[in-house]
């Protein structure tokens, strides 16, 4: 059973920057895609980033383009969600998912993804 745990949420001023990190156990994470999702309040969850297996491509929403950083660390079953220039619209619980079938050419959704972790907490705010 693959599990994932995400860290590194926090409360952040604006224009400040943090690296989020999700640990994956329970499956070689080289042969999946992963994919960092976020969701705020009374709104649907939205991908964000994705990142191919094998680290051959990536995707980025026009909302994080240029901020945000996708990478992962094969060795290490990790990924990384780097984040720049934060803004108050960035606040949102961050999900890692990862799934062996998902695609990465497009935006990522949730139905492409089967595995999840619970999520961590980022606040942008002065």
């Known amino acids: 059973q693959v599990q994932l745990v995400e860290s590194g949420g926090r409360l952040v001023q604006p224009g400040g920057s943090l690296r989020l990190t999700c640990v994956v156990s329970g499956a070689p994470l080289e042969y999946y895609t992963t994919a960092w999702f976020r969701q705020v309040p009374g709104k649907e969850r939205e991908g964000v980033s994705c990142?191919?297996?094998?680290?051959?491509?990536?995707y980025y929403d026009d909302s994080v383009k240029g901020r945000f950083t996708i990478s992962r660390d094969n060795a290490q079953n990790t990924v990384y969600l780097q984040i720049a220039s934060l803004k108050p619209e960035d606040t949102a619980v961050y999900y890692c998912a990862v799934d062996i079938w998902a695609r990465c050419n497009r935006s990522p959704e949730m139905s492409d993804f089967g595995s999840w972790g619970p999520g961590t907490q980022v606040i942008v705010s002065s």
């Open positions: 990142m191919r297996a094998m680290g051959s491509s990536t």
